[in-house]
């Protein structure tokens, strides 16, 4: 399967959102239905779990759960990065997403998510909803391991 890595420029005609496709990797699985295999994923092909700042990134999925891109939505600091529902659902819009699933490292690999965290993963639930667009999970990488907070019952 072909993982491709978005970006959102500007029209400079239109001044409207435009996607850019960044980079491409060829990947083994067809789906990617686990945490872990989207942690495997994220890790393999954009070394997430390796970087030494935080980074937020988003998957976006068809109905079938096939991916249609991957989005760095943002890039912070060692402990922190900065994100609102908005950015993450311009780029699920433009490229037709029915559900999505959040990832971000934590450099330090503690893995416990923060207040900030659950307090993201809620808003971007919440507004998924309203758009129809299904926050799946949201995972926390960190030395070659992860948290789900779907399965730590924060989603």
Do not use: W
Not at 11 to 25: D, G, P, R, V
Not at 36 to 44: D, E, Q, R, S, V
Not at 110 to 121: G, R
Request: glycine share 4%.
């Amino acid at each position: 399967m072909k993982i491709n890595k978005y970006q959102t420029y500007l029209n400079k005609e239109s001044k409207l959102n435009t996607l850019i496709k960044e980079s491409e990797h060829e990947y083994g699985e067809s789906f990617l239905r686990s945490p872990t295999l989207i942690t495997n994923m994220l890790n393999t092909c954009y070394k997430l779990a390796d970087r030494a700042e935080e980074y937020l990134y988003m998957i976006a999925f068809d109905t079938q759960f096939q991916v249609l891109g991957v989005f760095e939505v943002s890039h912070g600091v060692v402990n922190s990065t900065m994100a609102s529902p908005r950015e993450l659902f311009v780029r699920a819009l433009l490229c037709g997403a029915a559900n999505i699933v959040l990832a971000h490292n934590h450099p330090s690999g503690v893995l416990t998510p923060s207040e900030d965290d659950i307090n993201l993963t809620n808003r971007v639930r919440d507004c998924g909803n309203l758009l129809s667009i299904k926050l799946v999970d949201h995972l926390i990488l960190g030395n070659d391991n992860h948290v789900s907070l779907k399965e730590m019952r924060y989603l």
